[in-house]
C-alpha cells in the first residue's frame, strides 16, 4: 500500500476527524472562557480588592532604559490564566460527566442479549425439565 493511501486511510478515519473537531471546539471554548474570565470575572475581582486590574500586576525586574523594554514577571496575567484553566477543567468535568451518565442510563435501559453458553444452558435445562 502507498504511503499516499495510507495517509488517506488514516486521515478519513472516524477518531482522527472526531479528534480535529474537538481541538478546533476546544480552541474555540478556550477563546470564550478567556473573555469571560478577563471581561467578566476579573473587573469586580479587582475592584473588591482595591481597584486592581489583574493584567497590570507585574514585578519589575529592570526598568526600561531607552529603547529597551522594561523587564518585567507578569504575575497578574499569570493568576488570570489560572484562572482560566480552572474555569474551563471544572466546564470540562461537567461535560464529562455529563456524558457518562447519559451512557449509564442508555446501558442500564438495554440489558444485554444473553451469550451463546446462556442460550445453550437454558436449552438444556428446558430438555432436562421435559424428560421428568
Given at each position: 500500500m502507498g504511503m499516499l493511501q495510507e495517509f488517506k486511510k488514516?486521515?478519513?478515519?472516524?477518531n482522527v476527524?472526531?479528534?480535529?473537531?474537538?481541538?478546533i471546539i476546544g480552541a474555540a471554548f478556550g477563546k470564550i472562557v478567556s473573555s469571560f474570565v478577563g471581561d467578566v470575572i476579573m473587573p469586580p475581582i479587582g475592584l473588591l480588592i482595591?481597584?486592581?486590574d489583574f493584567l497590570n500586576l507585574v514585578f519589575t525586574i529592570k526598568e526600561a532604559?531607552?529603547?529597551a523594554p522594561a523587564v518585567v514577571i507578569s504575575y497578574?496575567?499569570?493568576i488570570q490564566t489560572i484562572i482560566d484553566f480552572i474555569i474551563?477543567?471544572?466546564?470540562i468535568f461537567i461535560a464529562v460527566k455529563s456524558l457518562n451518565s447519559l451512557k449509564k442510563k442508555e446501558e442500564a435501559a438495554a440489558p444485554p442479549a444473553p451469550s451463546k453458553e446462556e442460550v445453550l444452558l437454558s436449552e438444556i435445562r428446558d430438555l432436562l425439565k421435559e424428560n421428568k
Open positions: 488514516f486521515a478519513v478515519r472516524g476527524v472526531d479528534m480535529a473537531v474537538g481541538i482595591g481597584g486592581v532604559t531607552g529603547s497578574g496575567k499569570f474551563i477543567a471544572f466546564a
